[in-house]
Structure formats: C-alpha cells, structure tokens
C-alpha cells in the first residue's frame, strides 16, 4: 500500500492549490488515477492518451538506436571510407555507440527536459493538467535535427515551438502546427548555417573544415542537387546507413514503425500510405519530364529530377515524415476522406520542393507545415459534402 | 417496404453478469418513487398534494408546457413526501403503496374502431402519452405535431440488454393492440426493426400500417437512430416518433383492460449480482426491493437504472425509473493501476491494438470496472469514432459544434437525426475522456429552445 497511499494523500493535500497540476502529472505517470465515471457511460474502454502517445514513442525506440550507432558510423566512415565495404560487421560497434550516447541521447534528453519544463509551467500558470502531447514531440525533435545541432540552439527552438506552436492556441489538441516541425522551422530559419549545407550531417565535419583532416557531412540529396555521383548504394540507402539528420535515414525501420502504428490502429494508415502515393506521382512527372528531355543535363535540376521516382521514397526524410509527422492527428485532416488529400499533397509538394528549392534540397517539414495550415480547409470541404448530401436529402423530397 | 439493415460499424461490449432467463415475482415495496427527472425537459406541475391519496394510474402531475400530458402514479397508495430541492424543484413524489392495488378505470376500448384523436385523448387520460418520444432533440413527442413515421426498435444490442425475445414472450396480444392504436397516429408508417431471435413474434403480427425490418451487426444496431436512417432519414422539419418495445405491453393492455399497469419484466445483470435474472416489478419500486433475491454484492458496487452505456446512478435507496427496464451493478473502479497507462491490457475492451488484446479474444465477457481508464484530455486521436458510428454524420465535427453551440452546422451536421444514446459508444472508446453524451444533451436542449 505504501506508495500508493502516501501519493494518494499528497494528491489530496495538493487538490486545488497551484502545484496540483504539475504534482498530478507525476502522479498519473506512476499510477492509473482512481477517477470513476460520473454522469455519462460507466464503463470506459482501456485507452487514454497516454497510451495512445505511449504507443508511438514505442514505434520510435528502433528508430533511436539505430540513429544512435548511425551517428557514430557515418563519423567514423567520413574518416575511413573503407569501413562502407562491409557496412554490418562495422556498424554495430562500440565506438558508434559512445559517439551515439554523447550526441544523440544529449539531444533527446535536452529536448524532454525543456519541451516538459514549458509545460509544466503553462500548466500551473493556467491550472489544467500537464497533456502528453509533449511526449511525443519530445522523441521526435532530436530525431529530425543533424546531429551536431548546439544543444542551447535545440533549448531555445523547443522553447519557441512549445510555446508559439503549442500553447498560445490552448495546448495539447488546439494546435494548428504540428509542433516538432515547428521547432525544426525556427531552428532552420534562425540558424541556417547549421541546417544546411554539407558539412552539418556528419559529427565534426563542421570542426574538421578547412583541416588537413576535413571530412564530407554532405547528403543523398545534397550530392543529388549539386548533380554529383552518388556512392551510397540502394541497400545502403533502404536500410538508412546514410547521412542525414538523426533519425531520418533508416526507412526500413520507419516502415516497421508504421507497420506497428498501423497494426496498433494508433496511425492513420491512409495518411501513411497516400504521402507514399503523392511523392511518387510526383517524382513519376520529373521523371517523365526528364524523359521526354525537356530539360537537359546542364539543367541544375537535372540531378533530383532525373532521381527514379522510388528513389525519393527512402532518401531525405519522405519516411519519417510520411510515418511519424503528417499522422499527428491534431494538426491532420481529421475526416477520413480528408486524409487520403492531406497525405496525397505532402507527398507530391515534398518532392516539389525538394526538387525545386535550391539552396536546402530537402522539402518534407515545409510540405507538412504547409499542409498543416491547409488540412482545416480539407475538412471543411469535406464536411461540405456531408451536408449536401443531407440537404439534397430533404429536397428530392418535396421535389 | 420491408428492409434488411445490416449494420457493419459498431461494436459489441460483451460483459459478464448476462441475466439468467427466469423470472422471479418480487414483493410489493411499501414505497414508490416518481421522479420528474426521469422525463427529461418536463417542468411537473403538481396535481396530488401530499397526503392525498391516488389510485394507480391516477395522475401526480402535468407538464407545464403542455397540461394534456398527464404523468401517472405507478401504484396506489398514499403520497407520503413530495422531495423537493433548490428553488423548490420536485426531486421525487413518494407514495405509499397499498397492500392490493386499486386501478382506475380508463374504460375498454378498441383502436381499431378509434380516430387518431380519440387513441390521443385516450393516452393523454390515463398517462400513457410519456412513453411516446419524438426526434429530433429526444424528448417527450409534442402531440400538436403528427409523425412522419413511428419507429419502435425490436433489437437490443446495448450491454446485457434484456433479452426482448423472452420479455416479449407471450404479449402477441398487447402489441398489436398498441400498434394499431399508434398507427392512428401517424400519416406514415409504423416500422418496427428486429433481430433474428425477435423476428418470430412480430413477423405474426400483420397490420396495415406496420412494417417490420430486419436487423443484423453489433450495437449500435438495436439504436432506433441506426434504423431512422437506414428506413427513413429525418430532414429538417420532419418529426418521428419513437416506442420502446416494452411499452406497447402497457399501451396494449390499457386499451384490453382498460388499467394502466406499470408492472414490468426488469433485467438485473452485472457482475455484481451473483444470480442475474429478470424480476416482474412495478416501475418506481424502490431498488433495494428489486435486487433482493439477486444476491447483490454490496461492496464497492454501482447500481445503474438502465446499461451501463446510457443508464443513471442510482444506489439500494433509489428507485426504478420510470423507462428501465434493466438494473446493472458493476464493480466500482476506484483504485489506482501502477503503470496502468503503458502495461499490456487483458482484462479491459479496447478498439486500438496499443498493447491492449481484447482483439483477439472477441468473444471473451468482461468485468469492467467504472474507472475512467484515464483523464479528461482535449480531442486529439481522429477516426476512431467513424469505427464504431454507423450513422451517415461526421461525429467529431458534431461533438466539436454541439461544444461551440453553432446552431447552423449543429442543424447541417445532422443535430436532427441524432440522440444521446447513439454517442455512447464513442464516450466508451473515447481517448480523450470527453462526456459525448452530455454534450450532445445539452446541445439538442439548446437547438429544442431556439430552434424548436
């Protein structure tokens, strides 16, 4: 009994104060509340939101530790390329581990400790409960940043997209924004230089510049975009031994995510599938484009649009965004025809933009944002459709 | 034209505690409740004074808004304490029961020789008119108004719903009284929807007006709305009418014997109860009485007037209400779970695979508890709702305009086709914890007052 009821007493002491809220947080955490129904159904099914953010950060774990090793492997294969000749025996290796837990855990841990501290203060300022959304955003921020990202760069941009993306609308649920890409925004206009380029992708390449020791931080898509010769073969790119931002590079384990949140229920298979969908039409019109020679090598768009359009799929962050950010149900078309449109359009603008944008070759978190802004349009014509129909209804009737 | 409705969204909460198909005679309770809460937007204007004494379906008070609808005494007896609370609004008017009971005398009448205003006057006189509701806003039926259609749902797929198949049993007689009386009602048609095992009674029943449909799938498909849609869809400015099938007995037999007899075949089911069964009892009888022989487990229980879905809160000193036909006591759910939130789930229902199993025990029965599974959160989880929601209506967008009292897309987004029963499973699977069926109340309240 003792925990249970010593937590239970100090609940009672805290009920109504300032601090109840931020004592509640923890509480639930440890403990199932003992809230019974009142006044409406009084049975409840077993799901609540923590569960449902529970089950997503579980979707994230694989994605985390391969990041992790990745980290420390394209550090290492920057420096020795030869270590690319046989990837498996070379990557999972101590060395990419330590350089894992030195840069990547800092991030996640930062990036918990600040969104969740901005919450906890809303919360009591506001006196509502301490929402999960944070939970999920958390894992999600430093799996989208590259890996060197300044950990007071990633505290202010979490503290900005809390509190710009989330909270002045009213929290958890009333966002319009998804939140974690609206941290990556700030940071990627606030501090370009350390967003983009070639040399930001690998650890220490950014140190090394200019040294006799320099090494390359540049991406798939940064090579495609400057036409160069790509080394990285289709294994390489599938199973996500690439550079890139974190957690970005392994669609092989994204799409073991998302076959998790799909079996779970907790991802909306159609979003899923119709980003797929949308990013492949449109890199099918490049490559149609290309074909049909309209435009020529010398094009600088040459190299992304001439890419094979399945290629877009596991390169850059098409995956990850398709599977963990465009599902965000708050900032989503929220009807299910909706859905198939939303996901549709970040497909095909991602590679718009990916293809189009020349100075940042990649366009998935800008495709989203914007999609974002437009999903309560999608629904309402959506809806529209519904109450047609129930007018027509009742006019064939007196008809 | 009769219809087969098979109904594919939706789901089934099987639980344990199903009510064994016996039935026991319970005692007369020495006191009787009527509570004006229980007809939902009646404002009750008195007519029995304390201490005066009443014959059974004599009748205790009128609706302020209309003084033809007359609300009767389930017994006869004394009034013994009319409870009133703040600002002097009646809570209950308890009667004393007399040892036998005397009835007034409404008179035999046969519907078939009757005007639709002769069946109406008859019903208003001896207190029958509460049992017919109307859609839209799920209130006591308007009798200035005529129906489109009358609809009666023969298919109970709540939770340990009463089996109508056995509580219909041997009432042929009744219910094709009462519906061709109800038939005189409406311009329409009399559409009676039923499952399969309730098919075999209606289906003798042949009546001009009336048209029985077939129904089939997990609940909500017993849910007069499913079958309003499917058959005959409500547009703006049309009215329906709706009966619980348990009620035609009633209307039946005061049109055969000319008594208003309140007596009913209750459920009482949950897993509190060591021997669920069905009890015949008169309605407002007080609770502990109807349980008595159950084997009720006090400790930590609820008792629910009504399933578990849509029922009220009541306790052994309340009393039937006037509507229930089934009493459920469930085991209270207040303790903590440690780790409640992220360990693998076997002993709940849950429509999400998150580490919950009840996927794969489909027909495993529950014991589930009134914990709250959770907190209040604001919505955030989409397309879960649409899982378990049949209706041809958006339903979070017409929870999140019911909450902003929108009138116009409350009206656009079906607010006229709806009750707030048909929430109540998507308040059950509810991530987010938010009271659908209080807010669709509340709403359809507000739209009755400005839109009428």
């Excluded at chain 1, 510049?209 to 320099?214: E, I, K, P, Q, S």
């Excluded at chain 1, 957690?247 to 994204?254: A, D, P, Q, R, V």
């Excluded at chain 2, 789901?11 to 505690?17: A, H, P, Y």
């Excluded at chain 2, 005494?73 to 308890?94: H, M």
Aim: hydrophobic share 45%; glycine share 8%.
């Amino acid at each position: 009994m003792g925990l249970k009821q010593n937590l239970h007493n100090l609940k009672e002491k805290y009920k109504g104060t300032k601090m109840a809220p931020a004592f509640n947080a923890i509480h639930t955490f440890l403990y199932l509340p003992n809230e019974v129904t009142h006044g409406g159904t009084h049975i409840k099914a077993a799901d609540d939101l923590k569960r449902t953010m529970n089950t997503v950060i579980m979707s994230l774990i694989p994605v985390l530790v391969f990041s992790m090793f990745n980290a420390g492997f394209q550090h290492h294969a920057a420096i020795d390329p030869s270590l690319r000749e046989a990837v498996l025996a070379n990557f999972f290796t101590w060395d990419n581990l330590w350089i894992g837990i030195v840069k990547v855990l800092p991030l996640v841990i930062v990036s918990y400790a600040v969104g969740l501290a901005v919450e906890f203060v809303f919360a009591v300022i506001k006196g509502h409960e301490v929402e999960e959304g944070y939970l999920v955003t958390g894992m999600l921020v430093p799996l989208i940043v590259p890996v060197d990202t300044p950990l007071w760069m990633l505290s202010v941009a979490v503290i900005f997209g809390v509190v710009i993306g989330k909270e002045v609308f009213g929290g958890t649920g009333m966002n319009i924004l998804n939140p974690a890409l609206t941290i990556r925004a700030f940071l990627f206009f606030a501090y370009p230089t350390w967003m983009s380029g070639d040399k930001v992708w690998v650890h220490d390449a950014v140190n090394r510049a200019g040294t006799a020791d320099a090494i390359s931080g540049e991406t798939i898509l940064g090579s495609y975009a400057q036409n160069q010769e790509v080394v990285y073969s289709t294994w390489d790119k599938f199973m996500g031994f690439i550079p890139g931002s974190v957690g970005e590079t392994s669609t092989f384990l994204i799409l073991l995510g998302a076959a998790f949140l799909i079996f779970t229920k907790i991802g909306s298979w159609r979003i899923i599938l119709s980003t797929f969908i949308g990013a492949a039409v449109m890199g099918l019109i490049f490559n149609a484009v290309v074909d049909a020679e309209i435009i020529t090598q010398s094009s600088k768009f040459y190299g992304l649009m001439s890419t094979p359009f399945w290629e877009h799929l596991i390169i850059g962050g098409l995956a990850f965004g398709a599977v963990y950010m465009a599902t965000d149900p708050v900032t989503a078309s929220q009807t299910n025809k909706g859905k198939w449109i939303y996901g549709f359009l970040i497909g095909f603008v991602s590679i718009m933009i990916r293809v189009f944008n020349p100075a940042y070759p990649e366009g998935v978190f800008l495709a989203i944002l914007l999609m974002n802004v437009f999903a309560p349009t999608i629904d309402h014509y959506v809806v529209q459709g519904n109450v047609k129909r129930r007018l027509n209804r009742a006019k064939v009737k007196t008809a | 034209m009769s219809k087969d409705i098979r109904i594919k969204k939706g789901l089934d909460i099987k639980l344990v505690g199903e009510a064994e198909t016996k039935t026991t005679d319970v005692n007369l309770s020495s006191v009787y409740a009527v509570k004006p809460e229980n007809f939902h937007g009646i404002t009750p204007k008195l007519l029995a004074k304390e201490g005066a004494v009443v014959n059974a379906g004599q009748a205790l008070f009128y609706s302020k808004s209309d003084e033809r609808i007359l609300f009767p005494s389930p017994v006869s007896g004394k009034v013994t304490e009319i409870v009133r609370g703040a600002r002097r609004k009646v809570l209950a008017i308890k009667i004393a029961a007399d040892k036998t009971l005397a009835y007034t005398d409404f008179g035999i009448k046969n519907p078939a020789s009757m005007s639709g205003d002769e069946v109406k006057s008859h019903m208003f006189h001896a207190g029958c008119w509460p049992f017919i509701k109307q859609r839209p806003y799920d209130v006591i039926a308007n009798p200035n108004q005529t129906p489109k259609a009358i609809f009666i749902s023969g298919y109970a797929t709540a939770p340990l719903a009463a089996d109508l198949s056995y509580t219909l049993n041997g009432k042929k007689e009744e219910i094709t009284t009462a519906l061709e009386a109800l038939s005189k009602l409406t311009s329409g048609n009399v559409h009676v929807s039923v499952g399969k095992r309730e098919a075999a009674l209606f289906n003798e029943i042949s009546l001009e007006k009336l048209i029985v449909h077939n129904v089939s799938g997990p609940h909500p498909a017993g849910n007069v709305s499913t079958h309003i849609a499917e058959i005959d869809p409500i547009n703006k400015g049309e009215v329906v009418w709706v009966i619980e099938p348990t009620d035609l007995v009633v209307i039946g037999e005061l049109f055969l014997t000319g008594k208003l007899n309140l007596a009913r075949t209750v459920a009482l089911t949950g897993s509190q109860f060591s021997a669920p069964h069905y009890v015949r009892v008169i309605s407002g009888a007080s609770i502990a009485d109807v349980v008595c022989e159950a084997g009720l487990n006090e400790d930590n229980t609820r008792i629910i007037n009504g399933n578990p879905l849509t029922g009220t809160e009541t306790d052994k000193e309340g009393f039937l209400g006037f509507y229930d036909h089934q009493i459920t006591a469930i085991p209270e759910g207040d303790d903590y779970e440690f780790f409640g939130w992220n360990k693998p789930v076997f002993d709940k229902i849950s429509t999400s695979r998150a580490l919950t199993f009840s996927w794969l025990t489909p027909k495993k029965k529950y014991d589930l508890t009134t914990n709250t599974n959770g907190e209040h959160r604001a919505f955030v989880v989409t397309g879960s709702y649409e899982d378990v929601f049949p209706l041809d209506i958006y339903p979070m967008q017409l929870l999140k305009a019911f909450m902003y009292k929108d009138l116009d897309e409350m009206e656009n987004l079906g607010g006229y086709e709806i009750a707030p029963e048909d929430f109540a499973l998507t308040e059950f699977i509810c991530v987010s914890k938010q009271p659908h069926q209080k807010i669709i109340r509340e709403g359809l309240d507000l739209m009755n007052e400005e839109l009428g």
